[in-house]
């Protein structure tokens, strides 16, 4: 059964700091490119990071403006985004999303075509 789990979500004030994590099981994590996204009420989802297969790879969306930082650890079938400086306007839920290395080529993006599996999501909500 394959599940994908986020946590590490809260509430925190503006400046503040979050690290989530999203630990899958039930497929083979270290062939899989990793994803996150966000969804703020009335609003589109949007990509905000990636992360392929082996780490070679990383790519940000222009509003992270190097306040976050994606990671990986094939061992414990966990991906990370570290989320620093945080603002009002990053107040969201935030999914993490597996998509096979093979779609992309071993590269990543963050169109949503890309990933095959997603989680529930863990909300982020930051006061001013």
């Known amino acids: 059964q394959v599940q994908v789990v986020e946590s590490g979500g809260g509430l925190v004030q503006a400046g503040g700091s979050l690290r989530l994590s999203c630990t899958v099981s039930?497929?083979?994590?270290?062939?899989?490119?990793m994803g996150w996204f966000r969804q703020a009420p009335g609003k589109e989802r949007e990509g905000i990071s990636c992360?392929?297969?082996?780490?070679?790879?990383?790519f940000y969306a222009d509003f992270v403006k190097g306040r976050f930082t994606i990671s990986r650890d094939n061992a414990k079938n966990t991906a990370y985004l570290e989320l620093n400086s945080l603002e009002p306007e990053d107040t969201a839920m935030y999914y993490c999303?597996?998509?096979?290395?093979?779609?992309?080529?071993?590269?990543?993006?963050?169109?949503?075509?890309?990933?095959?599996?997603w989680g529930q999501g863990t909300q982020v909500t930051v006061s001013s």
């Open positions: 999303a597996a998509g096979p290395w093979q779609w992309t080529g071993g590269s990543c993006n963050l169109g949503d075509g890309s990933y095959r599996y």
């Open positions: 039930g497929f083979s994590f270290r062939e899989y490119t």
């Open positions: 992360i392929n297969w082996n780490s070679n790879q990383k």
